[in-house]
């Protein structure tokens, strides 16, 4: 990840995620414990270099796509959920939410909402869910009506992407209702 973009960065995250899903269902004959240990120790290791990774705009998109979905993954255990949110600075929850808010990769869009979402699993009340959905809003990027009121749908499935995709859809209806043009760059 910390090499100059080529088709050996993608193939290495891609193997890695893939042998990260392939403990999901227990092909291997692992444990819930051991794929959990598995996880945990990838995420003490790359945790907060696959976030930063996955947060980084100048990095291509598809290496960002799979640095993200191994993040989800890794994130699936409560030690790794804490310990990046430890970590985790508001700068860095708002360039999460402008991948959401500002950016053009529906695909990046879907990851960013399912990390924002995977990291609330613990949360239980419902201000406390709402404080989190909007600690990730960035600041002064932008003024659109009714963005504080509006929560990132929390949860996961089909039910999940169908709530995330109208959340976006609200956004971007508001952006070009207020004439706000998106950045070429991203």
Same mark, same amino acid.
């Given at each position: ?5 080529? +088709? #050996? ?7 890695? $995620? ?22 945990? #120790?990838?995420?003490?290791?790359? #945790?907060?270099? *696959? ?5 980084? %705009?100048?990095?291509? %998109? ?11 993954? !890794? ?15 508001? !700068? ?8 959401? @808010?500002?950016?053009?990769?529906? !695909?990046?869009?879907? @990851?960013?909402?399912?990390?924002? %979402?995977? *990291? ?5 009340? /419902? ?6 959905? *909007? ?5 002064? @990027?932008?003024?659109?009506?009714? @963005?504080?009121?509006?929560? *990132? +749908? ?6 999940? /992407? ?8 609200? $956004? /971007? ?14």
């Amino acid at each position: 990840m910390c090499a100059e973009p080529c +088709p #050996a960065q993608n193939e290495g995250l891609f193997r890695l $995620l893939d042998a990260v899903e392939s403990l999901k269902g227990g092909d291997l004959g692992t444990s819930d414990s051991a794929r959990a240990r598995y996880k945990n #120790a990838l995420g003490e290791s790359l #945790a907060d270099l *696959l976030f930063k990774f996955f947060i980084h %705009s100048k990095k291509q %998109s598809l290496s960002r796509r799979w640095s993200g979905l191994l993040l989800f993954e !890794i994130l699936e255990t409560k030690e790794n959920r804490k310990r990046l949110e430890d970590c985790l600075q508001p !700068i860095q929850r708002q360039e999460v939410g402008k991948i959401i @808010v500002q950016g053009l990769d529906k !695909i990046l869009k879907l @990851v960013a909402g399912r990390l924002i %979402s995977q *990291l609330a699993t613990d949360i239980t009340s /419902e201000g406390a869910l709402k404080d989190h959905s *909007l600690s990730f809003i960035p600041n002064g @990027v932008f003024d659109l009506p009714n @963005v504080n009121e509006m929560v *990132l +749908p929390i949860g996961g499935g089909t039910q999940w /992407e169908c709530q995330f995709s109208e959340y976006v859809a609200i $956004l /971007e209806a508001q952006r070009e209702q207020a004439g706000l043009r998106y950045d070429i760059r991203d």
